[in-house]
């Protein structure tokens, strides 16, 4: 299966190039896999360029999970990573996603530094 890069997914998301959009829309078409790493940049681009809000991050998120071309890796991650963002009003979704995926793999407690992360649980504030 294909995979995409981040600067695909958002075109597929937020549609401001009609080019690129069309372009990422026929390369998707087949089948297209996106990684965690990919996921996590796509969210942190949503929020720091486009100003999408936490509600309409964790919608995209939904709808990738949902969309009939486009397979996520480690989907049970994402969406518990997806359920915890929606849960928690600080973390940012790419640290949700982080535990998750550290808790899929049995290596918890994740350490951090981050207050907002500490609070979920399965992490643990240094």
């Not at 937020?14 to 959009?21: A, L």
């Amino acid at each position: 299966m294909r995979a995409v890069d981040t600067n695909v997914l958002v075109r597929l998301i937020v549609r401001d190039d009609p080019g690129q959009v069309a372009a990422a829309e026929d390369f998707v078409a087949p089948g297209a896999w996106v990684s965690l790493l990919v996921l996590a940049e796509t969210a942190w681009v949503l929020e720091s360029v486009y100003g999408l809000g936490r509600r309409r991050i964790a919608t995209v998120v939904g709808m990738l999970l949902e969309h009939e071309r486009i397979t996520l890796q480690d989907e049970g991650a994402v969406r518990r990573a997806q359920a915890a963002f929606k849960r928690e009003t600080a973390a940012d979704f790419s640290d949700c996603l982080i535990l998750e995926a550290a808790r899929k793999a049995g290596h918890v407690p994740l350490g951090t530094f981050d207050k907002a992360l500490a609070r979920l649980e399965g992490a643990r504030q240094l």
